[in-house]
Each structure stands twice: as structure tokens, then as C-alpha cells.
């Protein structure tokens, strides 16, 4: 919610894969689970690429 409207809508993965005002706010009270998330990007990105 952003001044008192509804801006996102999902669930936890969707909203993180959204990046935007959840995922920022979820990062700075998780950063360790930032690496995490960047870690599972580079694994999909890898996987993409094999698949070319």
C-alpha cells in the first residue's frame, strides 16, 4: 500500500519478482536473503542459456 492505495498484488514470489516497492521493502529487512534471490536469478539465467 503507497498512500493508502493497493499498488501490488501477489503472492510473495510473484511480488518479489516484480521488484518494486515490496521487494525493496522485503531487501532491507532481508539482505541475506537478497544474495539469495540473486543467486536464484544467475541459476535461471544459466539455464536459459544452456537451452539456446
Not at 514470489?13 to 539469495?36: A, C, D, F, H
Request: hydrophobic content about 25%; aromatic content about 4%; cysteine-free.
Amino acid at each position: 500500500m503507497k498512500e493508502g492505495k493497493l499498488i501490488e498484488e501477489g503472492t510473495h514470489t510473484e511480488l518479489v519478482e516484480l521488484e518494486g516497492l515490496y521487494t525493496n521493502m522485503w531487501r532491507k529487512q532481508s539482505p541475506s536473503i537478497t544474495e539469495s534471490i540473486n543467486r536464484t536469478k544467475r541459476k535461471k539465467n544459466e539455464k536459459t542459456e544452456v537451452k539456446r
